[in-house]
């Protein structure tokens, strides 16, 4: 077995306490472990109908007739209804996404359609799966039984699946307020890229594919609303990675008061970006619960969850390099293609993620890039785990391997003349990032990143195995992939921080945990702060009552965003306890410490004052009153943080596989992940995430497709067709870090959720082609299953097992 | 007997015998034991065991995930045995004893070693899949002997995590396997 990165400290301690950088264990999972989590289905509401969704079986049709007469008299039926019936509310989802930011605007003038989805399909169905009425009933068997009743009549209308075809003349509109099917368009160009390609020694031309697959939570999204009839507030339990963002969209579609709406996301199954937006099932829930003076709850199946929420990752890159002879890049060319679906969900995100991740760790004086959005009858995609990087990733990286092998130059070698080195940050690419400002990287020793991998993964040693040729039709490969990745996004995050009368911390951050783990990690983080026992913080994510303001947790920005604001807050609040304290025991401030949660004189004699004794007691002598109305003197503190850059984390993977010929199956012999996230928290927490992120790379990289027809149907709408790898198929992982604090916030964290997912597809694809390099096979698009394998084999002319 | 929320309120149980609608697939009277308290319910032919236990019992620790089979989450004890609780009825049931995570370490007692080994081993993220991991990995410690590598990795290859990346639940489940059967057979739980 491989051993992670050892957890003594290597790196500088943030806050300069105690709690920070080490592998605290997590307080969430005593009560996980015991049962007592409360996902959004767990949460009892006496009396509560459920809701079910009729869903579009057609890709495209023109919807001629609804009919509810017999699913509203099926047994236990509270309402049926359908486009027509929730036409008026004025829903508007992912406003923050849709919008480009203004310097963005200025310098790119980018294309962006505005395709607002219909709570319910009126007139035409877009997707299979797309929402066309929703049942109310007793029970979600009664709900899925009136389903059947409902009587749609459709006229099937042209299918468009392939975005290619989608941007053709003569294709069909999907939405007949645009001009064409293109979503979204955007170019950028630095330097002369035109008379770069025209001078370059060598050049290398290809196109590649990143395929469809879908972030897949163990939990598939649900939603559950409930009117106070005490306080007539409606209260929504969603398992959403944004619960502010929740809070203000339903509150404008319900034409409330946002204030008036509470969203509470506790404990949520994973997201991975697949609950990071906002879906029209998440208005309707709360709506129904208005309209029918009950509670009401949705919860999705897998069916649903794979087939109707969002999917990602579908991209096509016609890439091209430029270099001299010695393999230095002169310019990149991109025409990147995005398949977003049937509606423009969240704009730029992904594609723009995409053009402004596409050069990596590497030094490119010229760049052309343009990306073009498309869409077409399928699901809508949106962000999932790396967000545009993994596809922008597997197409770059699989371009130096092409290059690497027209050169005749060790892949590793081409990547590390590459570089940009340490001592050249911060280093700017001459792109502009997603916020609208020059893109900088902030720090990072990309070339220590590649030595690691190269030495862990014994290059050399896989060099000789291949010399000696195949085993048993076993053929050794090894890949290479490298990556940065702007973390931290804005524009801010909130923490509040109250000391309660025990003594006790209360933390109360906008950003909601789906498994990261924060009520350990901001725990500790406050700790430090503060000066107290790390059992003494108690922290609320998810709870849009706790906080005014919010954002969530998407974006690799939790740490980055909430951990800093936390830090903030909890710096003031000490601030405001030593005064305190100074007051009672009638001292200077600057003579006393706050350490472990006891307050005393620095010279350690003198009284000591615990922060119970002190906060225990109101109003604290020689403490004003509070002015009516104003509570500026509380030990309470609320900090917004609104980061000045990206944190830019980085990482170089390697793995070694061993393809047999014969069956297409490919074993991961050794992988490799270092990596650097700046200055760690909590190292535990740390390597899980990066751990979880390489195995959902690995299962795109080898396993998982969404797959349509081309009549726009999905042909893996369950975990026997969609495969979701276990345990078998994930090895122990070789991981190891190193640490560029990020100049761009006090803690100096970077954000890691994603970055293990972004680099898998493009080593895998890497170290595979470098396996099959003896028949000349080109890996173009994933996932590489047997099958596709040996449809990569037989088209190299070698004779493979019958199918 | 373990808790109160196991044995159902008499009177709703009896709200629930007399079906507030007309319900399509019949209705039956069970009577099993769940986590060691006797239950007598009325139930719907077609009611999966799953819907069961979270929503007649209230015991919501056992996670639906994907309602075919697949994912493992819903995994509880039956009569022993790892059973996946969104492919069995709940009239399936009648006579069986049913073990639930709820079951494990009631109240306030001390964590199972299984439930320690994932905590201590951060075999979890989310914890959505981790009481059907907990269930079939609590099974593997009760058998006689010490599960071989291959029983082991078979066990687990029957659940999904889509957090962890399944080393840290692979660690956690060796750990266990080592506390139950130490100076056992040496058999490598990974």
Same mark, same amino acid.
């Given at each position: 077995?491989?051993?992670?990165?050892?957890?003594?400290?290597?790196?500088?301690?943030?806050?300069?306490?105690?709690?920070?950088?080490?592998?605290?264990?997590?307080?969430?999972?005593?009560r996980?472990l015991?049962?007592?989590?409360?996902?959004?289905?767990?949460?009892?509401?006496?009396?509560?109908?459920?809701?079910?969704?009729?869903?579009?079986?057609?890709?495209?049709?023109?919807?001629?007739?609804?009919?509810?007469?017999?699913?509203?008299?099926?047994?236990?039926?509270?309402?049926?209804?359908?486009?027509?019936?929730?036409?008026?509310?004025?829903?508007?989802?992912?406003?923050?996404?849709?919008?480009?930011?203004?310097?963005?605007?200025?310098?790119?003038?980018? @294309?962006?359609?505005?395709?607002?989805?219909?709570?319910?399909?009126?007139?035409?169905?877009?997707?299979?799966?797309?929402?066309?009425?929703?049942?109310?009933?007793?029970?979600?068997?009664?709900?899925?039984?009136?389903?059947?009743?409902?009587?749609?009549?459709?006229?099937?209308?042209?299918?468009?699946?392939?975005?290619?075809?989608?941007?053709?003349?003569?294709?069909?509109?999907?939405?007949?307020?645009?001009?064409?099917?293109?979503?979204?368009?955007?170019?950028?160009?630095?330097?002369?890229?035109?008379?770069?390609?025209?001078?370059?020694?060598?050049?290398?031309?290809?196109?590649?594919?990143?395929?469809r697959?879908?972030?897949?939570?163990?939990?598939?999204?649900?939603?559950?609303?409930?009117?106070?009839?005490?306080?007539?507030?409606?209260?929504?339990?969603?398992?959403?990675?944004?619960?502010?963002?929740?809070?203000?969209?339903?509150?404008?579609?319900?034409?409330?008061?946002?204030?008036?709406?509470?969203?509470?996301?506790?404990?949520?199954?994973?997201?991975f970006?697949?609950?990071?937006?906002?879906?029209?099932?998440e208005?309707?829930?709360?709506?129904?619960?208005?309209?029918?003076?009950?509670?009401?709850?949705?919860?999705?199946?897998?069916?649903?969850?794979?087939?109707a929420?969002?999917?990602?990752?579908?991209?096509?890159?016609?890439?091209?390099?430029a270099?001299?002879?010695?393999?230095?890049l002169?310019?990149?060319?991109?025409?990147?293609?995005?398949?977003?679906?049937?509606?423009?969900?969240?704009?730029?995100?992904?594609?723009?993620?995409?053009?402004?991740?596409?050069?990596?760790?590497?030094?490119?004086?010229?760049?052309?890039?343009?990306?073009?959005?498309?869409?077409?009858?399928?699901?809508?995609a949106?962000?999932?785990?790396?967000?545009?990087?993994?596809?922008?990733?597997?197409?770059?990286?699989?371009?130096?391997?092409?290059?690497?092998?027209?050169?005749g130059?060790?892949?590793?070698?081409?990547?590390?003349r590459?570089?940009?080195?340490?001592?050249?940050?911060?280093?700017?690419?001459?792109?502009?990032?997603?916020?609208?400002?020059?893109?900088? @990287?902030?720090?990072?020793?990309?070339?220590?990143?590649?030595?690691?991998?190269?030495?862990?993964?014994?290059?050399?040693?896989?060099?000789?195995?291949?010399?000696?040729?195949?085993?048993?039709?076993?053929?050794?490969?090894?890949?290479?992939?490298?990556?940065?990745?702007?973390?931290?996004?804005?524009?801010?995050e909130?923490?509040?921080?109250?000391?309660?009368?025990?003594?006790?911390?209360?933390?109360?951050?906008?950003?909601?945990?789906?498994?990261?783990?924060?009520?350990?990690?901001?725990?500790?983080?406050?700790?430090?702060?503060?000066?107290?026992?790390?059992?003494?913080?108690?922290?609320?994510?998810?709870?849009t009552?706790?906080?005014?303001?919010?954002?969530?947790?998407?974006?690799?920005?939790?740490?980055?965003?909430?951990g800093?604001?936390?830090?903030?807050?909890?710096?003031?609040?000490?601030?405001?306890?030593?005064?305190?304290?100074?007051?009672?025991?009638?001292?200077?401030?600057?003579?006393?410490?706050?350490?472990e949660?006891?307050?005393?004189?620095?010279?350690?004699?003198?009284?000591?004052?615990?922060?119970?004794?002190?906060?225990?007691?109101?109003?604290?002598?020689?403490?004003?009153?509070?002015?009516?109305?104003?509570?500026?003197t509380e030990?309470?503190?609320?900090?917004?943080?609104?980061?000045?850059?990206?944190?830019?984390?980085?990482?170089?993977?390697?793995?070694?596989?061993?393809?047999?010929?014969?069956?297409?199956?490919?074993?991961?012999?050794?992988?490799?992940?270092?990596?650097?996230?700046?200055?760690?928290?909590?190292?535990?927490?740390?390597?899980?995430?990066?751990?979880?992120?390489?195995?959902?790379?690995?299962?795109?990289?080898?396993?998982?497709?969404?797959? @349509?027809?081309?009549?726009?149907?999905?042909?893996?709408?369950? @975990?026997?067709?969609?495969?979701?790898?276990?345990?078998?198929?994930?090895?122990?992982?070789?991981?190891?870090?190193?640490?560029?604090?990020?100049?761009?916030?006090?803690?100096?964290?970077?954000?890691?959720?994603?970055?293990?997912?972004?680099?898998p597809?493009?080593?895998?694809?890497?170290?595979?082609?470098?396996?099959?390099?003896?028949?000349?096979?080109?890996?173009?698009?994933?996932?590489?299953?047997?099958?596709?394998?040996?449809?990569?084999?037989?088209?190299?002319?070698?004779?493979?097992?019958?199918? | 007997?373990?808790?109160?929320?196991?044995?159902?309120?008499?009177?709703?149980?009896?709200?629930?015998?007399?079906?507030?609608?007309?319900?399509?697939?019949?209705w039956?009277?069970?009577?099993?034991?769940?986590?060691?308290?006797?239950?007598?319910?009325?139930v719907?032919?077609?009611?999966?065991l799953?819907?069961?236990?979270?929503?007649?019992?209230g015991?919501?620790?056992?996670?639906?995930?994907?309602?075919?089979?697949?994912?493992?989450?819903?995994?509880?004890?039956?009569?022993?045995?790892?059973?996946?609780?969104?492919?069995?009825?709940?009239?399936?049931?009648?006579?069986?004893?049913?073990?639930?995570?709820?079951?494990?370490?009631?109240?306030?007692?001390?964590?199972?070693?299984?439930?320690?080994?994932f905590?201590?081993?951060?075999?979890?993220?989310?914890?959505?899949?981790?009481?059907?991991?907990?269930?079939?990995?609590?099974?593997?410690?009760?058998?006689?002997?010490?599960?071989?590598?291959?029983?082991?990795?078979?066990?687990?290859?029957?659940?999904?995590?889509?957090?962890t990346?399944?080393?840290?639940?692979?660690?956690?489940?060796?750990?266990?396997?080592?506390?139950?059967?130490?100076?056992?057979?040496?058999?490598?739980?990974?």
């Amino acid at each position: 077995m491989s051993h992670g990165p050892s957890h003594a400290p290597r790196q500088p301690a943030p806050g300069g306490g105690p709690w920070t950088g080490r592998p605290v264990p997590r307080v969430e999972d005593d009560r996980l472990l015991r049962g007592n989590g409360r996902y959004v289905d767990d949460v009892a509401l006496p009396g509560a109908a459920e809701a079910a969704f009729l869903r579009s079986p057609h890709a495209h049709a023109r919807i001629r007739s609804v009919d509810v007469t017999a699913a509203l008299a099926a047994p236990g039926v509270v309402a049926v209804w359908t486009g027509a019936d929730v036409a008026h509310l004025p829903a508007m989802l992912n406003k923050e996404e849709l919008r480009t930011p203004p310097g963005l605007a200025e310098l790119l003038d980018p @294309y962006v359609a505005i395709t607002p989805m219909p709570l319910l399909a009126t007139d035409r169905v877009l997707y299979v799966g797309q929402p066309v009425a929703v049942v109310l009933a007793e029970n979600r068997y009664l709900a899925e039984d009136a389903l059947e009743l409902v009587d749609v009549r459709y006229a099937p209308l042209p299918v468009l699946v392939d975005p290619d075809r989608a941007l053709a003349e003569d294709a069909p509109l999907l939405h007949d307020e645009l001009r064409d099917n293109t979503a979204v368009a955007v170019a950028t160009k630095v330097g002369d890229p035109d008379a770069a390609f025209a001078s370059a020694h060598a050049v290398v031309s290809e196109e590649f594919q990143a395929h469809r697959y879908v972030a897949s939570p163990i939990e598939t999204r649900a939603v559950s609303a409930q009117v106070d009839p005490y306080s007539g507030e409606l209260t929504v339990w969603s398992n959403t990675q944004t619960p502010h963002r929740v809070r203000e969209a339903t509150a404008h579609t319900l034409g409330l008061d946002p204030e008036r709406v509470r969203v509470i996301a506790t404990d949520v199954g994973g997201g991975f970006g697949q609950k990071g937006i906002l879906y029209v099932e998440e208005m309707l829930v709360p709506y129904a619960a208005r309209v029918l003076g009950r509670p009401v709850l949705w919860r999705e199946d897998r069916n649903e969850n794979l087939t109707a929420s969002s999917h990602a990752r579908e991209q096509i890159h016609r890439i091209e390099l430029a270099a001299d002879a010695q393999g230095h890049l002169l310019a990149v060319r991109d025409r990147i293609t995005v398949n977003f679906g049937a509606y423009n969900m969240t704009g730029l995100v992904v594609p723009y993620n995409s053009v402004c991740h596409l050069l990596g760790p590497y030094r490119v004086p010229h760049v052309d890039i343009d990306v073009v959005g498309v869409l077409t009858n399928t699901t809508f995609a949106t962000p999932y785990r790396g967000a545009g990087r993994p596809e922008t990733v597997f197409a770059m990286e699989r371009a130096m391997d092409r290059l690497a092998a027209e050169l005749g130059i060790e892949p590793a070698e081409l990547r590390a003349r590459n570089l940009v080195g340490p001592d050249e940050m911060p280093y700017a690419t001459g792109l502009v990032d997603r916020s609208g400002k020059p893109q900088s @990287y902030d720090s990072g020793d990309f070339p220590e990143l590649l030595r690691r991998a190269v030495a862990k993964a014994d290059l050399e040693g896989v060099r000789a195995r291949q010399r000696e040729g195949a085993r048993d039709g076993r053929l050794v490969g090894i890949g290479f992939a490298m990556y940065i990745e702007a973390t931290g996004l804005g524009p801010f995050e909130t923490a509040r921080i109250d000391i309660a009368p025990s003594g006790r911390v209360k933390l109360a951050i906008g950003a909601p945990s789906q498994g990261q783990g924060h009520r350990t990690s901001m725990a500790q983080i406050a700790a430090d702060a503060i000066g107290v026992p790390f059992d003494a913080v108690d922290v609320v994510g998810g709870d849009t009552s706790a906080t005014p303001f919010g954002v969530g947790t998407i974006a690799s920005r939790a740490l980055v965003n909430a951990g800093n604001a936390t830090h903030r807050a909890g710096r003031l609040v000490r601030e405001k306890i030593i005064e305190a304290a100074a007051r009672r025991l009638g001292v200077p401030a600057d003579g006393l410490d706050l350490r472990e949660g006891v307050i005393r004189s620095k010279a350690a004699e003198g009284p000591a004052l615990t922060l119970a004794e002190l906060a225990g007691r109101a109003p604290l002598p020689g403490t004003p009153e509070p002015t009516d109305g104003r509570h500026g003197t509380e030990l309470s503190e609320t900090v917004h943080f609104r980061p000045p850059g990206f944190a830019v984390s980085s990482g170089a993977h390697a793995a070694v596989v061993e393809v047999d010929e014969h069956t297409g199956e490919t074993e991961i012999l050794h992988y490799v992940a270092v990596h650097d996230a700046g200055v760690i928290v909590n190292p535990m927490i740390a390597e899980g995430q990066v751990t979880g992120g390489i195995a959902q790379g690995i299962g795109g990289a080898l396993y998982e497709e969404m797959i @349509y027809g081309p009549d726009g149907q999905p042909r893996t709408g369950t @975990y026997m067709d969609y495969l979701v790898p276990t345990s078998s198929e994930i090895p122990d992982l070789d991981l190891d870090e190193i640490h560029s604090p990020s100049p761009m916030n006090d803690l100096g964290v970077k954000g890691l959720g994603e970055g293990g997912a972004i680099a898998p597809q493009a080593v895998l694809a890497n170290a595979v082609e470098d396996a099959l390099r003896p028949f000349g096979v080109v890996v173009r698009r994933g996932p590489l299953s047997p099958s596709r394998v040996r449809d990569l084999l037989r088209a190299a002319g070698r004779p493979t097992a019958a199918r | 007997m373990t808790t109160d929320l196991a044995t159902p309120d008499p009177a709703a149980a009896t709200r629930a015998a007399a079906p507030p609608l007309a319900e399509p697939s019949g209705w039956h009277e069970i009577r099993l034991t769940v986590d060691g308290a006797s239950v007598t319910a009325q139930v719907e032919s077609r009611l999966l065991l799953s819907d069961f236990l979270r929503d007649r019992l209230g015991l919501t620790g056992t996670h639906v995930g994907c309602e075919h089979g697949v994912c493992g989450a819903c995994t509880v004890l039956l009569d022993g045995e790892p059973a996946r609780s969104c492919l069995t009825l709940a009239v399936q049931c009648e006579g069986a004893e049913l073990r639930t995570v709820e079951g494990l370490a009631p109240g306030d007692a001390p964590l199972t070693p299984v439930q320690r080994a994932f905590h201590e081993c951060h075999g979890m993220q989310c914890g959505f899949c981790t009481p059907g991991f907990v269930m079939t990995a609590t099974a593997l410690t009760e058998q006689p002997q010490r599960p071989d590598a291959a029983d082991v990795a078979d066990a687990l290859s029957g659940h999904l995590c889509r957090c962890t990346g399944y080393r840290n639940i692979r660690r956690a489940v060796c750990q266990a396997l080592d506390e139950r059967f130490a100076g056992g057979p040496a058999g490598r739980g990974e």
